[in-house]
Structure formats: C-alpha cells, structure tokens
C-alpha cells in the first residue's frame, strides 16, 4: 500500500509557473507507475499526465504538451508535474495517483489517490 501527498497548488497568474510534488510513503514506490489527474468545478476527473514505474515511458494529454513536464525521483519517493505557461483552462484540483498494475490514462486503473492541490490560474 501507498500513501500520497500532494504539494506546491497556489495562485499564479496566466504565463506562470507551479512545480507540483507528490510525496509517496513507503519502500515500494519505485514499482509504481504514477499519474497526474485533474478536476475542474463542475467537470469530470480528467487525465493529465502519466509516467511509468521506471520514469521510462511517459504520455501526456493534448492540452500540456510541451508545457507540464512530469520526473520522478524513485530515492525520494516523489513524481513531480512541472507546469509552465500556465493558462485559466489549468484552474483545477491536482490529484497524483498510483498503480502497480496497469500504465493507463483510465483513472479506474489507479488504486491510491492523494487528497489533491488547488492550482489557480487567474488571467
């Protein structure tokens, strides 16, 4: 099992910059591919970002290409979501989410959520 807290949400304006973490507890993270979601008011989760166990295979949504950029660092426990040119649209609740099994856009596929982090772009 796998704990996740997520940090570094706040308020930017449009053109800025957040850097996201999303600490994990445990001895198993590196075994986990790991996810960035995000949920809008009124809107459904949706999937941002996604990186492998390995940090080898990475896929991101349309919408943050060439914008977020996804590491992780497997001695720490932690994935980062780098998030720059920020835009209104980004406005949402970040979540970071786990799965030992499958590498999926499909947030049914992760197993451990974290509690999320406001992220607010005003324009």
């Known amino acids: 099992q796998v704990q996740l807290v997520e940090s570094g949400g706040g308020l930017v304006q449009a053109g800025g910059s957040l850097r996201l973490s999303c600490a994990a507890s445990?001895?198993?993270?590196?075994?986990?591919?790991m996810g960035w979601f995000r949920q809008a008011p009124g809107k459904e989760r949706e999937f941002v970002v996604y990186?492998?166990?390995?940090?080898?295979?990475?896929t991101y949504v349309d919408s943050v290409k060439g914008r977020f950029t996804i590491s992780r660092d497997n001695a720490k426990n932690t994935v980062y979501l780098q998030m720059n040119s920020l835009q209104p649209a980004d406005t949402a609740v970040y979540y970071c989410?786990?799965?030992?099994?499958?590498?999926?856009?499909?947030?049914?596929?992760?197993?451990?959520w974290g509690q999320g982090t406001q992220v607010t772009v005003s324009s």
């Open positions: 445990g001895r198993t993270f590196s075994s986990y591919h």
């Open positions: 989410a786990a799965s030992r099994v499958l590498l999926t856009a499909n947030p049914n596929t992760y197993a451990y």
């Open positions: 990186i492998s166990s390995r940090g080898d295979r990475i």
